[in-house]
């Protein structure tokens, strides 16, 4: 994933009244891979366990049938479950898109528009661009870093833009949070 936000309506100039954001959810080749791997080797750990089992060669690669079932074959088996499990939990977020959506900011309605994609349901929020009161960069180095941009609204916590992935680079964050903080005729925190 290169971009988690990607602006599909310029606001180089004040006189424009929508700017929209599109927010990339799961489909990333990241979780492609990941699924997959998940997929492979839960299905790996069944046949190995059912190889066990049944005592004869159901796998390619080594000799799974030579395994004694208990203890071996059977925790081979709870392993090879667990893996489907979580395919089926990674390959459901990547089906249903979660965390799409996209940031609409409206300038004629006076609104900001914010949906995502949630497992069960669309989540929507909508507030009045009069509570807007700046746009923050968080930047957080580190082991588990965090870069992107909230909104600091008026009686309520900062409400973050950006999608959940990969860093974006800290000259791309700040020209994002600049052109947005323009658009919006509000100041720029985090810099």
Do not use: C
């Amino acid at each position: 994933m290169a971009i988690d936000l990607k602006n599909s309506t310029s606001a180089e100039q004040p006189s424009q009244s929508l700017f929209e954001q599109i927010v990339l959810g799961s489909r990333k080749m990241s979780n492609f891979v990941v699924g997959s791997m998940v997929t492979i080797g839960g299905t790996g750990f069944v046949l190995a366990s059912l190889s066990s089992y049944r005592g004869q060669d159901l796998l390619p690669l080594g000799h799974p049938a030579s395994l004694i079932f208990v203890p071996q074959g059977l925790l081979m088996g709870i392993y090879g479950i667990a893996a489907f499990l979580l395919a089926i939990y990674l390959w459901t977020l990547v089906v249903i898109d979660f965390g799409s959506g996209s940031n609409i900011f409206d300038k004629q309605r006076g609104t900001l528009s914010v949906s995502r994609r949630g497992v069960f349901k669309e989540i929507k929020i909508e507030i009045p661009l009069k509570e807007v009161k700046a746009v923050k960069l968080e930047v957080k180095e580190g082991i588990n870093p965090k870069r992107r941009i909230a909104l600091r609204i008026q009686g309520r916590r900062d409400l973050p833009l950006s999608g959940v992935g990969q860093p974006v680079p800290l000259a791309q964050l700040e020209q994002e949070g600049a052109k947005l903080a323009r658009f919006l005729e509000v100041n720029l925190e985090g810099l």
